[in-house]
């Protein structure tokens, strides 16, 4: 078996045999780079290591010595020389990059003589003596397992009795005492003598890396990652080269485009006189890589030429590893660079205008969670690193932002209102009530709640930050402080909260904002291009619809128009409906409600032009419209003009056990037609304004928490009548269709029977999946992140489709309703319509189309052309 390639020998497709690093290794070294000679055990030798106890195999000892007498023969350098001693670097390389393994030993071959022939090369003893305590640290280390802590405290002391300031102080004959003392922590800490034959250090070393790729580390990231646990790691054996062997050598690193902006210009740092730690360990200034086409314009012409061929070959942007060793030049490592989401989107399309990948290429080259990313402020690096994570809770809404807190809805309006304050509400949970003081925050944070909590739904809707569910916040209305683990804060004080990660800060911090640029527009643009699955947005009002339109929306998927009674005067009419005693009662406050929504109606489908728009009738859980305590109570009942003990009798009358299982959704319908009748009449009146206008509209009308057929026919009815009443009325008539919510496993499970009663479906998966799992959506915060942590559950379902459970009552519920109705469009408007990983599975059951957040546009449109591809 060949368990070793030399690196002439490989190329780039090897990496599953030669690992990433190798198989760059081994390609630059084929296209004729200055790469320092060296060789790759192969993951086959990996494998056989552990068929055989965990020890070298006899074929792989003897391939290893050929392999060192031939790099001897080339480099003319040998182990142990007096004159010339070969040193090598030996390091691990999987095919997937996976930390948690053990990494990179450094000049092997180092030892009580050749440290000194190594001094005398270079001139520079002290250079080699540290290097030398290196070699003894990592090597203690990695082999012997003796804690890196231990060699840190020997350096610490040193520096302490000689009241050093920084490693660069420490002389010659101290790290010559620093060598020695270590030499002893072999002995007194593992029973064992540093090996001063190269030969024994190198095979202990690859021994090492094979060990490591299963130590603990690298098993939990396997684990987490999905990765194959034999596919095993290769090890690269290479000839040191000096970046610090004088004035005439450097070393540094450096990305073939702008990493942060995606500039195709090259970009990096170099220090002359340096060894590969130097650059990153911040102790000198490097130099930016442009300053070098004046200090040694071959050279940096070189690298130029080689950075700009390793591009075109690889076909992406690269990230390069380079030492100078007097005055040559050399390539140590190549790689697909790491990018920020602008940088990403904007060389995609630059490769793309160059000519080096196609459209498909550049789509599957970007991570759609990513996408999102450019789209939300976040906060600034540098001055995150000074601050510490307060508290944690579930990541809401994504963005950052910063602000001071206030504890009502009214208190953060007058202090945003009247003080001009960047504000925060900070609750327990919010409902209704709360709307005003949501809509001016910056951010929004609460104590209770999940993903889709009302505060959940609220805050993405409007493209505000939130985190939910915050383990550790405690607020107190009564005294009106918080808590955040352990500290004090009242109104006023400021905090942070970065939604992306569920992260909350004290105090302030900078944001920096991004917006959508030309490059993204491209991205979205093929993306449309790529997939016919239809991307719409939940929007609730103009604003959010006109929001979405920019991110591309194909129109509006779902609009909840209970949301759209979320301002003071709408509510007091929604109130007077709600706590109404019969039909009687009801029609003053239908009356209101009514014109206010065609208006709404009007101008959500004047910014359609013709799109598609879907609303669905009120589904409201009463509770969350109704006053809590005695003090709501008494202002609620002021507004509206009546007897608060009036009012707490009807509170009273229409509390339930289990509200969200209770009197919503289309039961309202079958108690009270006749909301649903008012809202029928405000859509299609709205939809014949605009046809007198010219504008034609077809309303699609949604009928929400569908159980049955018999239920969905008896609303279906309601409706019909409806609107054929009024085309009578108006004598005028259009197209319509009414199609049903499945969010009731017992509607996916009837699927067929609904069908017939419905001309569309649309997937309500925050409920399906709070009945189907049995987990309330609003009170998953407080164990579900123990349920991921413990692995009980691979990730949240109301953040990605449980494709087992729920998945397989969508996919039923596709099929049978296809069965009934071959052409039924079937969309879905949970909040798991904006995720990747939903997406693909979607994709696969061939639902028509997702509907989501505003923000999420962008993300679930290139997700939908990458499931499609
Ligand atoms: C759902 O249940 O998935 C849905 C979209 O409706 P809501 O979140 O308003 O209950
Ligand atoms: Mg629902």
Redesign the pocket.
């Known amino acids: 078996m060949k368990y070793i390639y030399r690196f002439e020998e490989g190329n780039k497709d090897m990496r599953r045999l030669l690992g990433g690093k190798g198989a760059n290794l081994a390609q630059m070294t084929t296209l004729g780079f200055p790469v320092p000679d060296g060789f790759t055990i192969t993951t086959e030798a990996c494998q056989a290591f552990y068929d055989n106890n965990n020890q070298l195999n006899d074929d792989t000892l003897t391939q290893i010595e050929a392999a060192i007498a031939q790099l001897s023969e080339k480099v003319g350098k040998q182990f142990n020389s007096p004159t010339n001693p070969l040193l090598v670097s030996v390091r691990s390389g999987a095919a997937i990059s996976m930390p948690g393994m053990m990494d990179t030993i450094l000049n092997i071959g180092l030892n009580d003589q050749t440290v000194e022939v190594l001094a005398n090369m270079t001139d520079n003893r002290r250079f080699a003596y540290d290097s030398y305590r290196r070699l003894l640290a990592m090597f203690g280390n990695v082999v012997y397992e003796i804690p890196e802590g231990v060699f840190d405290q020997v350096l610490e002391d040193v520096k302490t009795t000689h009241n050093y300031q920084s490693d660069l102080d420490l002389t010659v004959s101290d790290l010559k005492e620093i060598v020695d003392q270590f030499k002893d922590l072999y002995v007194g800490k593992a029973g064992k003598v540093f090996p001063q034959d190269p030969k024994e250090q190198l095979l202990a070393a690859v021994n090492a890396v094979f060990e490591s790729w299963n130590n603990h580390r690298a098993q939990v990231y396997r684990r987490e990652n999905h990765i194959a646990s034999d596919l095993g790691t290769a090890v690269n054996i290479q000839m040191m080269v000096f970046g610090n062997a004088g004035e005439d050598s450097g070393t540094g690193v450096a990305f073939t485009r702008n990493p942060a902006t995606g500039e195709n210009k090259l970009f990096g740092e170099y220090l002359l006189n340096a060894q590969g730690e130097d650059v990153v360990a911040g102790i000198r200034t490097p130099q930016p890589i442009s300053t070098l086409a004046d200090t040694m314009p071959d050279l940096y012409n070189e690298f130029a030429a080689i950075a700009k061929k390793l591009e075109f070959y690889y076909r992406d942007m690269q990230d390069l590893e380079f030492t100078i060793e007097h005055g040559t030049l050399y390539m140590l490592q190549a790689r697909d660079g790491k990018r920020t989401p602008t940088a990403a989107v904007k060389i995609a399309v630059d490769l793309v205008d160059e000519g080096l990948i196609s459209q498909t290429e550049a789509l599957l080259r970007i991570n759609p969670d990513s996408v999102g990313a450019i789209l939300y402020p976040e906060f600034d690096e540098a001055e995150l690193d000074q601050n510490t994570v307060a508290a944690s809770g579930l990541p809401a809404s994504p963005g950052a932002a910063s602000g001071q807190i206030y504890f009502t809805a009214e208190s953060a309006k007058a202090a945003h209102d009247d003080l001009e304050q960047q504000v925060i509400l900070v609750r327990q949970d919010t409902s209704p009530e709360d709307i005003e003081g949501m809509v001016i925050s910056e951010a929004i944070v609460t104590s209770r709640g999940g993903m ?1 909590s009302h505060a959940a ?1 609220v805050a993405r809707g409007m493209g505000t930050p939130a985190t939910v569910g915050v383990n550790g916040l405690q607020v107190d209305y009564q005294n009106r402080v918080a808590t955040i683990s352990g500290e004090q804060l009242n109104e006023g004080d400021w905090i942070s909260v970065d939604g992306t990660n569920g992260n909350i800060y004290i105090g302030q911090i900078k944001t920096n904002d991004t917006k959508v640029n030309d490059n993204l527009s491209t991205i979205l643009e093929w993306s449309k291009q790529e997939s016919d699955m239809g991307v719409y947005a939940n929007a609730d009002t103009p604003a959010d619809f006109a929001q979405a339109l920019k991110f591309g929306a194909d129109g509006i998927g ?1 609009t ?1 128009t209970e949301h759209m009674f979320f301002k003071p005067e709408r509510l007091l009419e929604m109130r007077r409906l709600i706590i109404a005693e019969d039909a009687k009662e009801r029609e003053a406050p239908l009356a209101e409600l009514a014109k206010m929504q065609q208006g709404d109606f009007y101008e959500l489908f004047r910014l359609s032009e013709g799109r598609s728009v879907t609303i669905r009738l009120l ?1 409201p859980p009463l509770h969350e419209f109704l006053p809590h305590d005695e003090k709501e109570i008494q202002k609620v009942a002021d507004q509206l003009n009546i007897d608060p003990t009036y009012l707490a009798r009807r509170v009273d009358a229409l509390k339930e056990i289990n509200p969200m299982l209770g009197h919503r959704g289309d039961r309202l319908a079958v108690t009270f037609p006749d909301i649903y009748e008012m809202q029928v009449r405000a859509i299609i009146g709205a939809a014949l304004d605009l046809l007198d206008q010219g504008l034609i509209i077809e309303p699609h009308i949604m009928i ?1 928490l569908t159980g049955s057929k018999a239920e969905m026919k008896w609303v279906r009815e309601v409706v019909v009548n409806q609107v054929e009443q009024l085309f009578a009325k108006k004598g005028a008539k259009l197209e319509y269709t009414v199609g049903t ?1 499945m ?1 009731i496993p017992r509607a996916c499970l009837t699927a067929d029977k609904v069908a017939e009663v419905s001309d569309f479906f649309s997937f ?5 999946t709070q009945l189907t799992y049995g987990f309330s959506r609003d009170d998953v915060g407080s164990f579900m992140p123990e349920y991921i942590k413990k692995g009980i559950l691979p990730a949240d379902p109301f953040q990605t489709v449980d494709v087992d459970g729920v998945g397989e009552l969508m996919k039923m519920a596709v099929e049978k309703g296809r069965f009934a109705k071959p052409n039924l469009p079937i969309g879905v ?3 798991i319509g904006g995720d990747p990983k939903s997406i693909e599975f979607f994709e696969a059951i061939h639902v028509s189309y997702v509907s989501c957040s505003p923000f999420r546009v962008p993300v679930a449109k290139l997700a939908a052309a990458q499931a499609h591809i």
């Open positions: 889709t739904v779902l909840r589904d929400p919510m969010e309500g998966t925050n409920d399906l408007c949970g909040e």
